[in-house]
């Protein structure tokens, strides 16, 4: 028994062939060695050959449960992540299945929400058929668009897409990486929403929500059915942003703690929103594609944020430059009813 028990020990060593090559000779050798010395001193002969076979045996039935156990594993990996993390993830948790901590780790991410305008709407007016292969192809691209950026799908709900940026393994530029990959979902969407238009079909745009901060990340559920996912209060403001962009007019706003580890040279400032139910305000930022126009409203940002005399002066320059952007026409109506500032209180998700 005691060396069946070595012999299942050797095989759980976390060594390479050759180390364990060498332990399973060392161990035989100690067999022979104390069938020499008990017999030459004590004349006691130990069972020396069904020593070693029952080694050999624990060895032999130990390998084969843990193989089952990491085919299991990795085939677990596999199937967790096959359509939702990018190839590089993949290949790496499998190579490395420790790395993914199964129970759920505490780590800070990026979260990236979707969600078509009007889509309630548009499926009771479109026939099933028409509007099936519709959707499956956008959500065919922006898929794409997420794992060519890193990012992990969380979950796909009816018309919403959720990904998590720096989880199941590290992504340093995380924060980066989900606000370029919502300017390509942007891109795409609006590029999209024409085309699928052209055709009679009432395909609005799509409003994008980018937020960071900690989050509790990992598999929760059930052992017949789990998902991997993230909870915590930046997932939930990453929520929260995309619903403002109704508010708003916009179509991607980002939060001031994904602007403060990413501070790309696209994002304007919106202002600080208190929204319902939270006592601070959040930053919110829109990324701006169009270096003119982003430039232009320099000055009027500036002014809000200070709450400025100037304030409408120049807000009313720009207009008359850009009379449609969402963000300033909000602005513009905000002090209209005797607001100030940039700072907004929002009585409504």
């Excluded at 090559?21 to 069938?35: I, K, T």
């Excluded at 959707?135 to 709900?157: F, K, Q």
């Excluded at 501070?263 to 601070?280: N, Q």
């Amino acid at each position: 028994l005691a060396a069946a028990v070595m012999g299942a020990a050797l095989a759980g060593w976390g060594r390479g062939p050759a180390a364990k090559g060498a332990a399973g000779l060392a161990l035989l050798a100690g067999f022979a060695a104390a069938d020499f010395v008990l017999w030459g001193r004590f004349l006691i002969a130990p069972p020396t050959v069904p020593m070693a076979l029952a080694a050999a045996l624990g060895f032999t039935f130990a390998s084969t449960a843990l193989h089952w156990l990491y085919r299991r594993k990795r085939d677990f990996l596999r199937h967790a992540f096959a359509h939702y993390a990018p190839d590089g993830v993949i290949r790496e948790l499998l190579r490395h299945p420790d790395r993914l901590r199964l129970g759920g780790e505490r780590r800070d991410v990026t979260l990236l929400f979707t969600d078509i305008q009007g889509f309630t709407a548009m499926s009771e007016a479109v026939e099933g058929e028409r509007l099936v292969p519709v959707l499956n192809a956008y959500m065919d691209r922006l898929t794409d668009i997420i794992l060519a950026h890193g990012g992990t799908i969380d979950r796909m709900v009816g018309d919403a897409v959720i990904a998590i940026f720096n989880a199941p393994l590290d992504v340093p530029d995380h924060a980066c990486r989900a606000v370029r990959a919502a300017m390509a979902i942007d891109d795409f969407a609006r590029a999209y929403s024409a085309e699928i238009q052209a055709r009679g079909i009432p395909f609005k745009l799509t409003r994008i929500g980018v937020n960071s901060g900690p989050a509790t990340v990992g598999n929760f559920g059930g052992s017949q059915r789990f998902q991997y996912t993230a909870h915590g209060d930046c997932v939930n403001t990453a929520a929260r942003l995309e619903t403002l962009s109704k508010h708003i007019g916009t179509t991607v706003l980002v939060g001031g703690a994904t602007r403060d580890a990413c501070p790309e040279p696209t994002l304007r400032r919106v202002g600080g929103f208190i929204l319902m139910g939270k006592h601070e305000p959040v930053d919110v930022y829109e990324p701006v594609a169009d270096p003119e126009r982003l430039d232009a409203y320099r000055p009027t940002e500036k002014a809000l944020h200070d709450a400025g005399p100037d304030a409408r002066t120049t807000l009313d320059a720009f207009l008359e430059r850009y009379p449609a952007d969402p963000v300033a026409v909000f602005h513009r109506q905000r002090l209209e009813r005797g607001e100030t500032g940039d700072r907004v209180v929002m009585g409504e998700k």
